[in-house]
């Protein structure tokens, strides 16, 4: 089946001139179609227009003038990523119907090598939760049980290409949003180091750590797709060159070479299950040959309350910009200037995104800033600390990504709290900005996926996706069955 394949199967295929990029296409918009009113994971597809430019890319290849290996391989994006001409909306009321004039550019990196944009993705309101629950377009479903979450923020992502309604997806993680909702689903998420790639066109969250990665079916994919969006950016000034690029083919690490760090820390109140998968997994890397090394991460406990505080605050600032003038929805009840304002932001965003918005504003007002936001960025420079130290003693670092596996649909809706708590494993690599994968490793006894993180020290994806392959070839992928 076309939509099982992964894109570099996809590309030799395409290659060989086996198969066509209209077929491909095709192949999706028929899976899409299927299967989407269950699963929700596309807010927009443009059937028309992925059919126009799969042909255009077919011509291409005919005559000899691809753009790349990869010309006519469609890739999902997540909601909150620019695309010129193609609605945009973080899946947020108060954006409605926004169509961007221009693209991200990761759009652009991917256009230049012919891949074709397939459609845009669901996700949590401005990438604010870890269940997809808040989207206005409705949750999106767990493909390996539709009873459950996919996880979040994109969740979209993970469960397009977890269903086969897309070959990978591009996805955004500023406390975990790539790397949970590709564990809860059962697919590869990869946040690259901050900075790795440009943010141009990507709809801010929290602009010291929100990153752009992809979510794939696996290593090399992850590899590929890293690959094509990184380098710096002069629209980005938070974008680097940072020396080494991440190669398109990964070859898997000799794994008696290297030395896993395991963090204690990252242990405490996870669930019996993901716990025994994990320690069944260091068990046979240290039974192959690697040096297993225990380490503490003693600040982790304080991760939840700094990114919390860190990322509402940014969030408060980055979203004073939907005033109901510039973009998107605006209120029709309003009579003056300060009402308009006042009712489009009401009635545009949602519950949880208004609370976030509270939050980081009363964090960052006189008198409350020194005792909470400031104190949070002092707490973000020891998690830094923490991770400095480990990585003099390891080259990675190995833990779970999620304390369970996916959360029952409304488990956690009413209790936010809850659900930040739930992020404690995934936010310090941000606050960090160190590069972070998910990689799946096991189901649990209710068959949900299962997923292990390997965390890196900054710029050395490298060591990441080498050391993943390497696990990854022992595991049997995690399938779905929709049909
Ligand atoms: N779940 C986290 C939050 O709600 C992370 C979100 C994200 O990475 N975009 O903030």
């Known amino acids: 089946m076309i939509t099982s394949k992964s894109v570099k199967q996809l590309s030799d295929l395409l290659n060989k001139k086996e198969i066509s990029a209209v077929e491909i296409a095709n192949a999706y918009i028929d899976r899409i179609n299927k299967h989407n009113k269950t699963i929700n994971a596309y807010i927009t597809v443009n059937p028309e227009k992925l059919l126009i430019n799969a042909s255009e890319s077919d011509k291409r290849r005919a005559n000899g003038n691809e753009l790349s290996e990869f010309d006519g391989i469609p890739i999902a994006i997540k909601d909150n990523i620019c695309t010129k001409g193609l609605k945009t909306s973080c899946a947020s009321k108060i954006l409605g119907d926004f169509v961007p004039p221009y693209n991200a550019t990761v759009i652009e990196k991917l256009e230049q090598k012919g891949l ?65 909702p590709a564990s809860f689903c059962g697919v590869t998420g990869m946040k690259p180091t901050y900075g790795r790639v440009s943010r141009y066109g990507l709809v801010a969250f929290a602009s010291s ?45 000799d794994i008696k070479t290297v030395r896993i760090g395991v963090p204690e820390e990252y242990f405490e109140g996870v669930s019996d299950e993901t716990k025994h998968a994990l320690s069944k997994k260091i068990n046979e890397l240290d039974s192959t040959g690697a040096q297993i090394v225990p380490i503490s991460l003693k600040m982790t406990e304080y991760a939840v309350p700094a990114y919390y505080l860190i990322a509402t605050a940014e969030a408060s600032s980055n979203l004073a910009r939907y005033d109901g003038v510039k973009y998107g929805r605006r209120s029709e009840n309003a009579s003056t200037l300060d009402e308009l304002y006042k009712l489009s932001r009401s009635e545009g965003f949602g519950a949880e995104v208004k609370r976030r918005i509270i939050l980081g504003t009363y964090s960052l007002s006189s008198g409350y800033y020194d005792a909470y936001y400031l104190k949070a960025l002092k707490t973000r420079t020891c998690i830094i600390n923490d991770f400095k130290r480990a990585f003099d003693k390891v080259d990675i670092i190995a833990a779970p990504v999620v304390p369970t596996t996916a959360f029952r649909l409304g488990e956690n809706v009413s209790n936010p709290l809850e659900m930040y708590l739930s992020d404690i494993l995934t936010i310090s690599a941000n606050l960090a900005a160190i590069p972070s994968i998910s990689i799946p490793i096991a189901k649990d006894s209710k068959g949900l996926p299962i997923g292990m993180q390997l965390m890196g020290t900054h710029f050395d994806e490298k060591t990441v996706f080498e050391v993943g392959k390497a696990i990854e070839k022992d595991i049997t992928p995690l399938t779905v069955n929709l049909d």
Do not use: W
Not at 220 to 231: E, K, N, P, R
């Open 116 to 180: 074709l944009v397939l459609g845009k993705l669901n996700m949590d309101e401005f990438a604010m939760g870890s269940t997809n629950e808040t989207s206005c377009y409705g949750p999106v479903k767990n493909p390996h049980n539709i009873e459950h979450v996919p996880g979040g923020s994109s969740g979209g992502s993970a469960a397009a290409v977890a269903a086969h309604m897309a070959p990978a997806a591009l996805g955004s993680d500023t406390g975990g949003s790539i790397r949970q």
């Open 209 to 253: 750590l929100d990153q752009i990665g992809p979510l794939a079916r696996n290593i090399d994919d992850a590899a590929l797709l890293t690959s094509i969006i990184s380098g710096k950016d002069t629209r980005d000034s938070t974008s680097v060159d940072p020396g080494n690029e991440i190669s398109e083919t990964i070859v898997a690490r």
